[in-house]
């Protein structure tokens, strides 16, 4: 388990092309779960928590760990399932999300593994929406699900999506005409987010609901324009982080295609402590915005309109 917990962070630093590191851990009973590693922080036991007044039932407390008071989140009452009740016995997984350090209390920390997102499975048709999945993979014969924390922590403190009233404007969708944004996310919440701080400027949007769904959506309607499909897709707006095909490995395959390199495309990731501009430079992408504030990305889309032809 030391070996573990020391390693963390030095395999944060490392970026690789349309893989990724996982953190497995579990809850509450035997089911396996995974967190990217590039998510993560510093892995600890639970320290001693401080409970306060009325704060969110999912929140087991708050804990002051390196100078800074995180909010721990009891991650198994956040999903629906019952609440991890032996701290004492337990761990912390700190990690960052859009912008903000959240503690994830879990039972216990399993080990680290390395695969391909190709490995990864958009979860099962039946989950519905109320499902907190955003992948499934299979390791030595265990089923591992990958939570949509974007999605539990917007049920904790929703995510603001409105634009400052100086950055409305319509007209930028009147502009477009008939040429549409596509947004690729695999958490349904992100997608949402994005889809509804871009309302406002006017522009007709499609969803993709990971990177090898936006590719195969990109490369049919490619085939129905003349030159270009900048001549009906101007702009992607793509996560990183995707199950089948991340973003990086989308951005390239894109910009890989003639039909396809002068769309530009804008990486918006949770990923924003760890983000690497080599590894966006070498894909090829135009543009980086870390989730999630809606102002900054409404913005860089408006350039990046402006500059698509």
């Excluded at 609440?83 to 039972?107: C, D, H, K, M, W």
């Excluded at 049919?220 to 095909?245: F, G, N, Q, R, Y």
């Excluded at 890989?256 to 590894?279: C, D, Q, W, Y």
Aim: include cysteine.
């Amino acid at each position: 388990m030391a070996g573990i917990l020391d390693s963390v962070n030095q395999r944060t630093q490392m970026v690789g092309e349309n893989r990724l590191e996982l953190l497995l851990f579990k809850l509450v009973g035997r089911q396996h779960f995974g967190i990217n590693v590039f998510k993560v922080r510093e892995v600890l036991q639970c320290p001693r928590l401080t409970s306060l007044p009325k704060q969110d039932s999912f929140i087991k407390g708050i804990a002051h760990i390196r100078g800074q008071t995180i909010s721990i989140i009891d991650l198994s009452k956040a999903i629906g399932g019952p609440p991890i009740v032996q701290t004492e016995n337990s761990f912390i997984i700190i990690a960052e999300y859009n912008r903000s350090i959240q503690g994830f209390l879990v039972a216990s920390v399993e080990r680290i593994v390395t695969l391909s997102w190709k490995e990864m499975m958009p979860p099962p048709e039946g989950a519905g929406k109320s499902s907190y999945l955003t992948a499934v993979t299979e390791i030595e014969g265990n089923m591992v699900s990958i939570l949509d924390v974007e999605k539990i922590l917007n049920e904790i403190a929703p995510v603001s999506v409105e634009l400052s009233a100086d950055i409305v404007d319509e007209s930028v969708g009147e502009k477009l005409g008939e040429r549409i944004v596509m947004i690729a996310d695999d958490s349904s919440v992100a997608r949402n987010q994005v889809r509804r701080a871009l309302e406002p400027l006017g522009i007709k949007m499609v969803l993709a609901k990971n990177g090898q769904d936006a590719l195969d959506q990109l490369l049919a309607i490619a085939e129905t324009c003349e030159h270009s499909i900048t001549e009906k897709v101007a702009l992607m707006v793509s996560d990183i982080e995707m199950p089948e095909m991340d973003g990086y490995t989308l951005t390239a395959a894109v910009k890989g295609n003639p039909r396809m390199e002068k769309m530009p495309i804008i990486l918006h990731t949770s990923l924003s402590g760890v983000f690497n501009n080599a590894m966006v430079a070498k894909v090829g992408a135009d543009d980086f915005i870390p989730k999630f504030q809606p102002d900054e990305l409404a913005i860089a889309v408006k350039k990046w309109l402006g500059n698509s032809k």
